[in-house]
């Protein structure tokens, strides 16, 4: 079983709806990332958060440290949201971090 | 903006050969991480720098993979020598701060063929 699990694997949807995409993980962390993949292979952190919830334009991301789960939500979504999304945790180790990453949610956005 | 820059962007070689990726971190950044990603496993770690010294490499094959960041401004992955298997986009992003807990900026990878 992986440490980082991610679903759904694949994601399609129509231009204005509403997206959600899960990460549940099994170990002890210090933070957990989203990150963005676009075609073409640029990879651009999205948030980092160890609690709550956090908001940038149409992107929340929330995480619940006690069930060990996190999701992303994509309000009003559009085409150009089209990427993978990856999620990834800061394993918390004795004497330092390790970064373990989900297998990506690949979305689709059609106009 | 600032930005993680990485050369070259593309690398296609024979098995055999010594290949040699170069990071320039963002002006300021500490840690220095450098990625690999496959179809087959994706993302993974293969080592990261703090203080340009090295903190956590387990991911990264000892045998023919070394890491080194010989000053503030520059990190470089070298291969010797390469295979076939590791054909991947290999990706370095840097941050300010301690540990993985902090946000990451990625450069644009290099895409290495072995051939």
């Known amino acids: 079983k992986n440490e980082v699990e991610q679903s759904p694997q694949n994601l399609t949807a129509q231009e204005g709806e509403f997206i959600t995409i899960n990460c549940s993980y099994s170990?002890?962390?210090?933070?957990l990332h989203w990150l963005q993949q676009h075609p073409g292979g640029g990879i651009v952190s999205l948030f980092m958060?160890?609690?709550g919830k956090k908001k940038h334009g149409r992107l929340i991301a929330t995480i619940n440290i006690q069930e060990k789960h996190s999701s992303l939500h994509i309000t009003a979504s559009h085409p150009r949201d089209s990427a993978v999304y990856i999620c990834?945790?800061?394993?918390?180790?004795?004497?330092?971090?390790?970064?373990?990453f989900g297998t990506g949610t690949r979305l689709q956005v059609f106009p | 903006d600032a930005r993680v820059t990485q050369t070259p962007r593309h690398k296609v070689t024979e098995m055999g050969q010594e290949v040699t990726m170069r990071c320039q971190p963002i002006?300021?950044?500490?840690?220095v991480f450098w990625y690999r990603q496959t179809m087959m496993q994706g993302l993974e770690l293969l080592a990261y720098?703090?203080?340009?010294?090295?903190?956590?490499d387990s991911g990264m094959p000892k045998d023919r993979f070394s890491a080194e960041m010989p000053d503030a401004t520059l990190a470089t992955l070298k291969i010797q020598p390469s295979e076939p298997r590791d054909s991947a986009v290999y990706f370095c992003?840097?941050?300010?701060?301690?540990?993985?807990?902090?946000?990451?900026?990625f450069g644009d990878g290099t895409r290495l063929s072995i051939l």
């Open positions: 992003a840097s941050g300010q701060g301690t540990g993985t807990h902090q946000p990451q900026h």
């Open positions: 170990v002890g962390i210090s933070a």
């Open positions: 958060l160890s609690s």
């Open positions: 990834a945790v800061s394993e918390r180790r004795r004497n330092t971090d390790k970064l373990i």
């Open positions: 002006l300021g950044h500490n840690t």
């Open positions: 720098f703090r203080n340009r010294a090295p903190l956590d």
